[in-house]
């Protein structure tokens, strides 16, 4: 059983960069061919699609946040981490990591709120 915890950045300021880590126990994120993407969902809207990293460490990213988004990953910590940059108060929202491979093998981190607020 895969499992995945965001790290807690709780309050931004705007302007800054978000940074944001998902450790992953249970299964690495090297493994064949799990895609391992941010998704956040913002007050009171649905979820949006933030990125992947792929299990052989290539990258997608949303077009409307491609030029702030970027996503690694440090094998050696079986973690992969998101950086949002330039963020206002619409980046405001409850950050969430999954792993997924299939609809049955699809996880998720319980989610962090994010704050952005000067």
């Known amino acids: 059983q895969v499992q995945l915890q965001e790290s807690r950045p709780g309050l931004v300021k705007p302007s800054q960069t978000l940074s944001l880590t998902c450790t992953v126990s249970?299964?690495?994120?090297?493994?064949?061919?799990?895609?391992w993407s941010w998704i956040r969902q913002p007050p009171g809207k649905g979820l949006e699609w933030m990125g992947v990293?792929?299990?052989?460490?290539?990258?997608y990213y949303s077009p409307s946040l491609k030029s702030r988004t970027s996503i690694s990953r440090d094998t050696s910590k079986n973690q992969f981490s998101l950086q949002l940059s330039s963020v206002t108060p619409e980046d405001t929202a409850v950050y969430c990591c999954?792993?997924?491979?299939?609809?049955?093998?699809?996880?998720w981190g319980q989610g962090t709120q994010v704050t952005v607020s000067s």
């Open positions: 249970g299964g690495s994120i090297t493994t064949s061919y799990y895609a």
């Open positions: 990293i792929a299990y052989d460490g290539s990258t």
């Open positions: 999954n792993a997924f491979l299939t609809s049955r093998y699809n996880y």
